[in-house]
């Protein structure tokens, strides 16, 4: 119970920090374009920063050798929300940027800001290198799948009909974000350590993705100020792909691949996790449905509140 208490706790924290964000922009106390600039300053600085920082510290060449099935199961679960969320969205004809915002939400999902401290909570530092081997898949498919998707959508003409279409463009897909990933396995394959002092300033700046991140979301989400917002049949499907889909599709792969303990509970509770937070900072700079992924963002971290708790509870009759 008091391990419960203490994810809820957690999940609390990230809304504080959207409440402020949404306050400062709901008071217009901040300039227009401070979504903008914050969101720049994520994407382009921060984010490549923390996936430095957070590979090197969390893996060495030895647990990453050792990981590979887990590598594989986290990289099918992956495929298999990413099958699931084009399918679901072709059946409620979404299209346009809707439609590409829906799948990329469907498919990754919050591992590390919310992930990473509620793992710690409930298995303590035993499960963290577990966590690294399946967020190392979903870091590296996001900076380079997710942002190639958001990223055509947001080049492609708008109101004209023109059907978006993804785009393998070099620049889009060696984002700063991928490229950050790309060190970061580099210099642990090569089994090389930062410079204390980069390592230090690069901590620093990696450190302001989560606070940035949720500035912005509730930022974004003042567009809902005037009323209640209405859930739709679309987020109606991210919320159950989310919350009930994801984890009982590892289920099925955790037991085809006969992984027991300790990884078996950390794929399992990180398959629960609610839609990726960057997803919306990435709407906000590519000017693709901004408001949209915001609501997307904090429906699902809010619904978190009660399942994620919920799946704690089910972990534990299991172990």
Not at 155 to 163: C, I, L, N, S, T
């Amino acid at each position: 119970m008091e391990r419960m208490w203490s994810g809820l706790e957690s999940i609390g924290v990230i809304f504080l920090i959207i409440i402020v964000g949404f306050f400062f922009a709901y008071k217009k106390i901040w300039p227009d374009n401070t979504q903008g600039g914050l969101s720049t300053v994520v994407i382009r600085i921060a984010a490549p920063c923390l996936a430095v920082t957070s590979i090197t510290a969390g893996f060495d060449r030895e647990l990453l050798a050792s990981s590979l099935i887990l590598l594989l199961i986290a990289f099918l679960h992956l495929a298999a929300n990413f099958l699931l969320g084009k399918l679901t969205s072709r059946m409620l004809r979404l299209d346009g940027g809707k439609k590409t915002i829906y799948e990329v939400t469907y498919t990754f999902s919050n591992i590390i800001f919310i992930g990473l401290p509620i793992n710690q909570i409930v298995f303590g530092d035993e499960g963290v290198p577990f966590l690294f081997a399946y967020y190392i898949v979903i870091l590296a498919a996001f900076w380079s799948l997710g942002v190639a998707q958001i990223a055509a959508a947001g080049a492609a003409p708008h109101g004209d009909g023109v059907r978006r279409k993804f785009s393998f463009s070099p620049s889009r897909i060696f984002n700063p974000g991928f490229i950050g990933v790309l060190i970061g396995a580099g210099l642990v394959q090569a089994g090389l350590h930062l410079p204390s002092v980069l390592d230090t300033a690069l901590g620093y700046l990696g450190g302001l993705t989560v606070p940035l991140s949720l500035l912005v979301i509730g930022a974004n989400l003042t567009i809902f100020a005037g009323s209640v917002p209405r859930i739709t049949a679309d987020e109606w499907w991210i919320m159950i792909g989310k919350f009930v889909i994801s984890p009982l599709v590892m289920i099925c792969l955790l037991k085809l691949f006969g992984i027991e303990g300790m990884p078996f509970y950390v794929f399992l509770l990180s398959a629960t996790m609610p839609c990726h937070m960057q997803t919306s900072i990435l709407a906000q700079h590519y000017q693709v449905e901004s408001a949209y992924a915001s609501k997307l963002v904090g429906l699902s971290t809010l619904i978190s509140i009660v399942t994620i708790p919920a799946w704690i509870g089910v972990i534990h009759a299991m172990m």
